[in-house]
């Protein structure tokens, strides 16, 4: 094949799925000039799985990569069709925003913004090459041989690279939704010795709208009062579709596991990995085999389609059965499946293979993001897509890395768990990986964040001094609260119609206000010097006056974590000069090359004993 130049960039970014396109804006963004390739531009932004952004965890996610500048949460603002805020029966540590996106709308806005971006070229086209040149990636090769040089490289080829698609009996090689795989690639990154590894996720059925009995399924509607995801939009209103809840029973049971011999997932086919917590049918009826049923969502794709999403029934069953056993459920009888169920399987590298700023460890300036690094969700790719684009950036501007550790965002948590642990199946982020999730809640991810993404020069001035006047009123608002004292004959009428007890002397309204059934706009007739105030900042001002005792009992273990963390190590140091750590241990420090003894700790294989051996050394080290 014949190669000829096409052009130099900066950046290059290989995929255009949710990865891609926060690295890529976030890299323009920043000032360079940056490439960003899709194997078909219809693939940007795809949904081709849940068409929604967002739920337990995720939802924080999509609040964080907002509040440092990136565009998922700007994006499906503008374009979804029910929101819904979960989990409001717990605490708000766990409050999670979920909303159903018109998929094919959230994909128009998003290559819509990409085409704007001054500094950013979109264009078709598969990347079969990286070329490296004395250990450093300086740019790709088409499959037309058009050859495009850059100072750094990175990786979101999603689930196309190497994709194998799985109906069955009936096997394929396919990216998603039918799009054309990435094979070439896929071979090539093996060619230079990076660490490959397969993994498998899934994708229900759609079917035609009009094909479902609703009357026989539960409603599920939005939530009155809408909550954006984007710290720029205030109040959003917009007329909400309905999805909703079905369940399997035992006649969908015993039609799966009669034909679990035909499934690709338990015939052998399947060689890659799926995840643990978005099984697919046939996995839940044998893995949990004492449950009478399992619950289903229909989801509408959009508003312009009369295709709707099933989902939680994933499969790799061939299509007879899964017009069978659709049919079983209450609702969907009469059902018309215009896309079957399918798994797909893919190429993914082992994340411990990356450092901390995301770049592989044995090729400089390629960088890797989103599902290419073994975790699962859009949500999770579109967070390190951001992440990879920033610190391109700054590897290239000859900054120190940016970093998030795991008391400032789950993004860090994210991040730190797949370089640090690794994992063996598509890894998801949930609020349980957050050892400090009561700090790390959605509602305050601008004010953890926001300063840290203007000062990399991501964070326009627009939305700086929108934070900077949200900080400014929720401060002075209170400590207005906290020296305004009311008297009682004032506050127990209210206190009372709320079912809480009434005061016997005069009281600031901070104390009031933490009182759990007493909210902010609860005490507006006994105030009468309230400023205007959004619904982000009352949310967060109030969630900090409630939660004030267990705030502060968390930041104190954030001190005794960041000690840990302040404990810099030498990333070039040889660890078999220390006496007392054990083999394994030795092994895996100088495999991984922490930067702090927290990081350290956080590596499999190494123990707590190993630490305080490290911290030993540490110790007389400095003395010395």
């Given at each position: 094949?014949?190669?000829?130049?096409?052009?130099?960039?900066?950046?290059?970014?290989?995929?255009?799925?949710?990865?891609?396109?926060?690295?890529?804006?976030?890299?323009?963004?920043?000032?360079?000039?940056?490439?960003?390739?899709?194997?078909?531009?219809?693939?940007?932004?795809?949904?081709?799985?849940?068409?929604?952004?967002?739920?337990t965890?995720?939802?924080?996610?999509?609040?964080?990569?907002?509040?440092?500048?990136?565009?998922?949460?700007?994006?499906?603002?503008?374009?979804?069709?029910?929101?819904?805020?979960?989990?409001?029966?717990?605490?708000?540590?766990?409050?999670?925003?979920?909303?159903?996106?018109?998929?094919?709308?959230?994909?128009?806005?998003m290559?819509?913004?990409?085409?704007?971006?001054?500094l950013?070229?979109?264009?078709?086209?598969?990347?079969?090459?990286?070329?490296?040149?004395d250990?450093?990636?300086?740019?790709?090769?088409?499959?037309?041989?058009?050859?495009?040089?850059?100072?750094?490289?990175?990786?979101?080829?999603?689930?196309?690279?190497?994709?194998?698609?799985?109906?069955?009996?009936s096997?394929?090689?396919?990216?998603?939704?039918?799009?054309?795989?990435?094979?070439?690639?896929?071979e090539?990154?093996?060619?230079?010795?990076?660490?490959?590894?397969?993994?498998?996720?899934?994708?229900?059925?759609?079917?035609?709208?009009?094909?479902?009995?609703?009357?026989?399924?539960?409603?599920q509607?939005?939530?009155?009062?809408?909550v954006?995801?984007?710290?720029?939009?205030?109040?959003?209103?917009?007329?909400?579709?309905?999805?909703?809840?079905?369940?399997?029973?035992?006649?969908?049971?015993?039609v799966?596991?009669k034909?679990?011999?035909?499934?690709?997932?338990?015939?052998?086919?399947?060689?890659?990995?799926?995840?643990?917590?978005?099984?697919?049918?046939?996995?839940?009826?044998?893995?949990?085999?004492?449950?009478?049923?399992?619950?289903?969502?229909i989801?509408?794709?959009?508003?312009?389609?009369?295709?709707?999403?099933?989902?939680?029934?994933?499969?790799?069953?061939?299509?007879?059965?899964?017009?069978?056993?659709?049919?079983?459920?209450?609702?969907?009888?009469?059902?018309?499946?215009?896309?079957p169920?399918?798994?797909?399987?893919?190429?993914?590298?082992?994340?411990?293979?990356?450092?901390?700023n995301?770049?592989?460890?044995?090729?400089?300036?390629?960088?890797?993001?989103?599902?290419?690094?073994?975790?699962?969700?859009?949500?999770?790719?579109?967070?390190?897509?951001?992440?990879?684009?920033?610190?391109?950036?700054?590897?290239?501007?000859?900054?120190?890395?940016?970093?998030?550790?795991?008391?400032?965002?789950?993004?860090?948590?994210?991040i730190?768990?797949l370089?640090?642990?690794?994992?063996?199946?598509?890894?998801?982020?949930m609020?349980?990986?957050?050892?400090?999730?009561?700090?790390?809640?959605?509602?305050?991810?601008?004010?953890?964040?926001?300063?840290?993404?203007?000062?990399?020069?991501?964070?326009?001035?627009?939305?700086?001094?929108?934070?900077?006047?949200?900080?400014?009123?929720?401060?002075?608002?209170?400590?207005?609260?906290?020296?305004?004292?009311?008297?009682?004959?004032?506050?127990?009428?209210?206190?009372?119609?709320?079912?809480?007890?009434?005061?016997?002397?005069?009281?600031?309204?901070?104390?009031?206000?933490?009182?759990?059934?007493?909210?902010?706009?609860?005490?507006?007739?006994?105030d009468?010097?309230?400023?205007?105030?959004?619904?982000?900042?009352?949310?967060?001002?109030?969630?900090?006056?409630?939660?004030?005792?267990?705030?502060?009992?968390?930041?104190?273990?954030?001190?005794?974590?960041?000690?840990?963390?302040?404990?810099?190590?030498?990333?070039?140091?040889?660890?078999?000069?220390?006496?007392?750590?054990?083999?394994?241990?030795?092994?895996?420090?100088?495999?991984?090359?922490?930067?702090?003894?927290?990081?350290?700790?956080?590596?499999?294989?190494?123990?707590?004993?190993?630490?305080?051996?490290?911290?030993?050394?540490?110790?007389?080290?400095?003395?010395?």
């Amino acid at each position: 094949m014949n190669r000829f130049d096409m052009g130099t960039y900066d950046i290059i970014v290989v995929g255009a799925g949710h990865a891609g396109c926060e690295a890529g804006l976030a890299a323009a963004r920043m000032g360079k000039k940056t490439l960003m390739l899709s194997i078909n531009l219809e693939a940007v932004a795809m949904m081709a799985c849940n068409p929604s952004i967002g739920g337990t965890g995720k939802g924080h996610l999509v609040r964080e990569i907002d509040a440092l500048g990136g565009e998922m949460g700007l994006n499906i603002d503008k374009t979804f069709i029910q929101s819904r805020m979960l989990n409001t029966a717990k605490g708000p540590a766990v409050h999670s925003l979920r909303a159903q996106a018109d998929k094919n709308q959230y994909h128009i806005e998003m290559k819509k913004t990409l085409e704007k971006e001054p500094l950013l070229d979109l264009k078709q086209g598969e990347a079969v090459d990286i070329i490296i040149e004395d250990g450093k990636a300086c740019g790709v090769v088409l499959k037309t041989g058009a050859v495009y040089r850059s100072d750094a490289v990175i990786l979101a080829t999603g689930t196309f690279l190497g994709g194998k698609i799985f109906i069955g009996e009936s096997v394929f090689e396919s990216g998603p939704n039918g799009m054309a795989p990435s094979t070439e690639l896929a071979e090539k990154l093996r060619d230079y010795g990076l660490p490959m590894r397969r993994f498998k996720t899934g994708t229900p059925a759609r079917a035609l709208a009009d094909s479902f009995d609703y009357g026989k399924m539960i409603p599920q509607e939005g939530d009155e009062e809408i909550v954006p995801f984007s710290f720029m939009n205030d109040d959003l209103t917009k007329d909400q579709i309905k999805c909703w809840l079905t369940y399997t029973n035992e006649k969908t049971h015993e039609v799966i596991r009669k034909n679990f011999h035909r499934s690709a997932l338990f015939g052998g086919q399947i060689e890659g990995v799926g995840p643990r917590y978005c099984p697919s049918i046939e996995d839940k009826i044998h893995r949990f085999a004492d449950r009478e049923r399992h619950q289903l969502f229909i989801e509408p794709e959009g508003l312009h389609t009369d295709e709707m999403y099933i989902q939680g029934m994933s499969s790799s069953l061939p299509e007879d059965v899964q017009e069978e056993f659709y049919k079983t459920i209450e609702g969907l009888e009469n059902l018309k499946i215009v896309r079957p169920a399918y798994a797909i399987e893919y190429d993914c590298i082992d994340p411990l293979n990356l450092k901390i700023n995301l770049e592989n460890r044995s090729i400089e300036n390629l960088f890797c993001s989103g599902q290419f690094n073994g975790s699962s969700g859009y949500e999770e790719a579109a967070a390190q897509g951001l992440m990879a684009g920033i610190n391109a950036v700054l590897k290239l501007d000859g900054k120190e890395p940016f970093v998030l550790d795991r008391s400032e965002a789950y993004i860090g948590v994210l991040i730190d768990d797949l370089i640090t642990k690794g994992t063996n199946e598509p890894y998801r982020i949930m609020t349980s990986r957050a050892e400090y999730r009561l700090v790390l809640r959605q509602d305050n991810a601008d004010l953890r964040l926001t300063e840290k993404g203007h000062e990399i020069g991501l964070v326009k001035e627009d939305r700086y001094e929108r934070f900077l006047e949200k900080k400014e009123i929720v401060e002075k608002e209170t400590e207005r609260l906290r020296r305004k004292v009311v008297q009682p004959e004032a506050a127990n009428p209210i206190l009372e119609a709320h079912g809480s007890a009434p005061l016997k002397s005069a009281q600031s309204l901070i104390e009031i206000l933490r009182r759990p059934e007493i909210t902010y706009d609860d005490t507006e007739e006994i105030d009468d010097s309230r400023p205007e105030m959004s619904r982000h900042q009352k949310t967060m001002m109030e969630v900090q006056i409630k939660y004030e005792g267990y705030i502060e009992k968390q930041k104190q273990q954030i001190e005794k974590f960041k000690r840990l963390e302040n404990k810099k190590l030498d990333p070039d140091f040889d660890y078999e000069k220390i006496d007392g750590l054990r083999i394994e241990a030795r092994q895996k420090l100088n495999q991984f090359r922490p930067l702090s003894v927290g990081q350290a700790s956080r590596i499999s294989g190494v123990s707590p004993a190993d630490i305080n051996v490290l911290l030993i050394y540490l110790e007389k080290v400095r003395r010395s």
